[in-house]
């Protein structure tokens, strides 16, 4: 299960890990244009798409990939006054959308990560969807690679659900990025691998 609503309260729950995920689908044109356009923003520290500009964060880069294929992930959701965006972007994959754990997903599809760092403030590890990317492609050994904005800009990042506690390889392979900066008063148990704070996948329907 994922984040859901139920309520006024997002419930945070965590997706399917295991040997099956993840298989890469050939996916659409429009699917490949969706990696295009996530890639082509690789090493910029602004988002500019769709002649308008976004915010500098995952979200708002997410956003703009998606509206070359003139899909609005805020699409009536309104614009954010002081919430979170990657809760936005679910809603609407909710709504337009799949939410799925594979095994198998589509290039262009999104990436849904939790507590990758603390959005409300209060010392726990209690933040569902607080990241999101764009999967670029799949290794043989089901190694997502997906496109995101993490710290300071837009690049390329690792995750694999069938290891989601292991860094590297011991020939020095990264199977899960670090999206969580370790802070001394981080509480006890906070995890901090791609994989391990992995909370769902979304496919939108394309033109």
């Not at 710290?151 to 969580?180: A, C, W």
Request: proline residues 3%; glycine residues 12%; charged residues 20%.
């Amino acid at each position: 299960m994922a984040a859901g609503e139920t309520g006024s309260q997002t419930t945070l729950t965590n997706g399917i890990r295991g040997e099956r995920c993840c298989v890469l689908a050939q996916g659409t044109t429009a699917h490949q244009a969706l990696v295009q356009a996530a890639t082509g923003f690789l090493g910029r520290s602004s988002i500019r798409g769709d002649n308008r500009s976004s915010s500098a964060d995952c979200a708002g880069f997410v956003r703009a990939v998606y509206a070359t294929r003139q899909v609005d992930l805020y699409k009536e959701l309104g614009e954010l006054d002081g919430g979170n965006g990657v809760g936005r972007i679910y809603t609407y994959v909710l709504k337009h959308g799949q939410i799925h754990y594979g095994p198998i997903v589509q290039p262009g599809d999104l990436v849904f990560f939790h507590n990758t760092w603390d959005f409300n403030g209060d010392g726990l590890v209690n933040d569902p969807l607080t990241h999101v990317g764009v999967i670029e492609t799949v290794e043989h050994d089901g190694t997502v690679t997906f496109v995101s904005w993490v710290f300071s800009g837009v690049e390329r990042y690792k995750m694999n659900l069938r290891q989601p506690n292991v860094h590297k390889t011991e020939n020095g392979r990264i199977l899960n990025d670090y999206l969580r900066r370790r802070r001394s008063d981080d509480p006890l148990g906070t995890r901090y691998l791609s994989g391990q704070l992995f909370a769902a996948f979304g496919t939108v329907p394309l033109r």
